[in-house]
């Protein structure tokens, strides 16, 4: 079996961390509120590839907002090496008044690149997603996938040591995303780079990760995680791929379920629904 | 999620999956096979490029041709001249008919021409012309000042905006004329009355338009800047006018026929000699005088004007944004 469960993965914790989660807490509006995250401690290793899923509600998307710097943490601390990360949406995002390139340049402008430098290396980052030829395309002129990969190209210009992907690849159909798969991996390969991967897809969780760590649902907490040892290239539908999401389905499936119950249980407590029941009886 | 799961039974997984992925997995397999275990992954990274490339060029639908020149010119230029001309012929066809009666004058196509041409000479006509586009011009210039002033402190200021955003609504639906009593009253008949007029024409628009499009501008645009390390200024400069320019601009747009509806209204109220002739000043001239052909002959050239600026500027701009974010409709 290549498929190990470590649930407390103390090795982990002793060597450097290129992102560190301690006590993280997230709610918005009033302390009193259900918090969206409560008490998350996530250590991702230098070059590691963690994916994080969960149903709807969990704040995954949340967990990578307050980890790129874009939203305050309630509670607890991030850090992250180097300072910042660089994220990466489900829709490109790719700004629709520049070109390809265009898109590239400003965030090498943004990062200090000098101009002569610019032309260049956008071009460099391109040809790594295999886009040369797209350099003076519009966003509205590329397919769903060739977006992302500029988009992934954008990200790997801000040359952060952290890329943080929410659902990049959802809104994409499943032959595109299959290869993008295949393109991600390869890529995360070849630059070393810490990817912290939201997805609400179990097998592209399975087929990607080094680490998949499942959130329960309000509040968001760890709920469990894996260590997948399945060597890269994988294949989704390698079996050792979909024994591991099989496993992960069934517990997210348990997760999904404890709200089932919760709201049963909470129905019949609730007043609104007794004050029905009178004003019925009434 | 719960199907892919309930169908993992052994040997017929597999073949669901590659049914799935269809020829490019069964390609993959084969292609796999034949090959050595040593350089397994560069091959993988060849398959995946052609792979890649294959998809893309499906993806990427038949690039557009340009239509040639000739093509555009017959479907933008030819109508509206078409139309100009029916509408001449049946203006000629009218007069010659003798349709008009009593009291009620028209003159034709070719009575206006010369009252143009002849009667006021194209030196006078010229002059009067400049006179209302210079001061079009310089209203148009300030109401952007003014109006993109306006416009940014009232889109960013929530108190402001609350207080401020009804009223710039209403004066858009003001009719500008509606300030000439006023400010003849203020400042008499001088270019500051005329200016006034025009301002408050133009610039609700500008300002209602370059909010529009601060509005408009997609919150993960900000969040995508942000991260890309834009801050302050460099937001505002790389992300935010940028995303925010097709609005501002058909506000621009809409600004200037405002201005310049305003202008020939205020120009025919507001009469001078020391406010030198505008093409306003002309057509009040032709009332006094009962020159109708140089009446219409003024309209027209009030429209050509309005309609050249817009269609010669404005409008190419507006065009040319649009298609560069693929929002253009055609």
Request: hydrophobic share 50%; with cysteine; glycine share 10%.
């Amino acid at each position: 079996m290549t498929v190990t469960i470590d649930e407390a993965p103390s090795a982990r914790t002793l060597t450097e961390a290129a992102v560190r989660l301690s006590g993280v807490s997230k709610w918005f509006g009033k302390e009193t509120d259900k918090p969206v995250l409560d008490g998350i401690d996530l250590t991702v290793a230098p070059g590691e590839f963690v994916c994080l899923l969960g149903a709807s509600g969990c704040g995954k998307s949340t967990l990578l907002n307050l980890v790129a710097g874009l939203d305050p943490v309630s509670a607890g601390s991030i850090e992250v090496t180097g300072g910042r990360a660089a994220l990466m949406f489900q829709e490109s995002a790719l700004f629709p008044w520049l070109t390809a390139a265009g898109n590239i340049e400003l965030a090498l402008r943004l990062r200090g690149v000098g101009k002569a430098q610019r032309r260049s290396e956008a071009e460099r980052l391109l040809s790594l997603v295999r886009l040369e030829g797209a350099a003076h395309k519009r966003a509205h002129e590329l397919s769903g996938g060739m977006r992302q990969r500029v988009a992934l190209a954008r990200a790997l210009a801000q040359q952060a040591e952290v890329l943080l992907m929410d659902e990049p690849f959802a809104a994409l159909d499943a032959i595109t995303r299959d290869v993008l798969h295949g393109e991600l991996t390869a890529l995360w390969q070849e630059t070393g780079v810490t990817v912290l991967f939201v997805t609400h897809n179990v097998r592209e969780a399975a087929r990607l990760g080094q680490r998949v760590i499942l959130l329960s649902s309000r509040p968001g907490r760890v709920a469990r995680e894996w260590q997948v040892d399945i060597p890269q290239p994988r294949r989704i539908e390698d079996a050792a791929v979909s024994e591991l999401a099989r496993e992960i389905t069934d517990e997210l499936h348990r997760e999904i379920t404890k709200h089932a119950r919760f709201a049963q249980g909470s129905a019949t407590q609730r007043s609104g629904i007794k004050s029905k029941e009178t004003r019925r009886d009434g | 999620m719960a199907n892919e799961t309930a169908t993992f039974e052994s040997g017929s997984f597999e073949d669901a999956s590659i049914d799935a992925s269809g020829g490019v997995g069964v390609g993959i397999d084969s292609a796999s096979a034949a090959t050595a275990a040593k350089p397994v992954a560069d091959n993988s990274q060849n398959r995946l490029a052609t792979l890649e490339a294959g998809l893309d060029a499906l993806d990427t639908a038949a690039v557009k041709t340009r239509r040639p020149w000739w093509r555009v010119l017959i479907s933008r230029v030819l109508p509206p001249v078409v139309a100009l001309v029916v509408t001449l012929a049946i203006w000629d066809l009218l007069v010659v008919m003798h349709v008009h009666s009593g009291e009620i004058m028209l003159p034709g196509p070719g009575d206006v021409w010369d009252s143009l041409t002849t009667n006021w000479g194209p030196s006078r006509m010229g002059a009067a012309i400049w006179d209302s586009v210079y001061r079009a011009a310089i209203g148009f210039a300030a109401s952007v000042v003014i109006g993109t002033v306006i416009g940014l402190l009232v889109a960013r200021i929530a108190p402001l905006r609350a207080a401020v955003q009804p009223l710039l609504s209403g004066l858009q639906n003001l009719p500008s004329v509606a300030w000439v009593p006023i400010g003849i009253i203020w400042f008499g008949v001088t270019s500051a009355t005329i200016y006034t007029v025009v301002l408050l024409g133009a610039v609700p628009s500008i300002a209602v338009g370059l909010i529009d499009g601060l509005d408009r501008v997609p919150p993960i645009y900000l969040r995508v800047g942000r991260n890309l390390g834009a801050r302050g200024l460099d937001s505002v400069r790389f992300v935010l006018i940028p995303a925010a320019l097709p609005g501002y601009v058909s506000g621009m747009k809409q600004g200037w026929a405002f201005a310049w509806r305003s202008l020939m209204a205020a120009e025919l109220i507001a009469i001078s000699p020391s406010l030198g002739p505008g093409v306003g000043q002309v057509m009040k001239f032709a009332q006094d005088n009962l020159d109708l052909s140089l009446a219409i002959g003024s309209i027209i050239i009030i429209l050509i004007i309005g309609i050249g600026i817009n269609q010669l500027f404005f409008a190419p701009l507006e065009r040319r944004l649009l298609r560069t974010r693929g929002l253009s409709r055609s």
